[in-house]
Nanobody, 115 residues
Framework: QVQLVESGGGLVQPGGSLRLSCAAS????????MGWHRQAPGKQRELVAR???????DYADSVKGRFTISRDNAKNTVYLQMSSLEPDDTAVYYC?????????WGQGTQVTVSS
């Protein structure tokens, strides 16, 4: 089984930066794709960024150039570095791992961008 724990969320002013971390436990996590999704109140959950086991990444158009996803396979951890944050980035951010037969999700961490 895979368990995920997110951390790093909080309140930040527009234009600020924040780094999210997701620590995963379970066998073979280093072989799997990992990513970040977010969900704002009243809106559908959307993909923010994803990264393959080999380090290939892609992003939603809304965050491209502002967010960077990375991973440390030795620590079974994926990161999301967020900069130039905007109020529209306010959401609960969820880490996920695409396993062999299932997708696993963390409990989420709240990011609020407000002055």
């Amino acid at each position: 089984q895979v368990q995920l724990v997110e951390s790093g969320g909080g309140l930040v002013q527009p234009g600020g930066s924040l780094r999210l971390s997701c620590a995963a436990s379970g066998s073979f996590v280093r072989l799997y794709n990992m990513g970040w999704h977010r969900q704002a109140p009243g809106k559908q959950r959307e993909l923010v960024a994803r990264i393959s086991s080999g380090g290939n990444s892609d992003y939603a158009d809304s965050v491209k150039g502002r967010f960077t996803i990375s991973r440390d396979n030795a620590k079974n951890t994926v990161y999301l570095q967020m900069s130039s944050l905007e109020p529209d980035d306010t959401a609960v951010y969820y880490c996920n791992v695409q396993g062999r037969v299932s997708t696993y999700w963390g409990q989420g961490t709240q990011v609020t961008v407000s002055s």
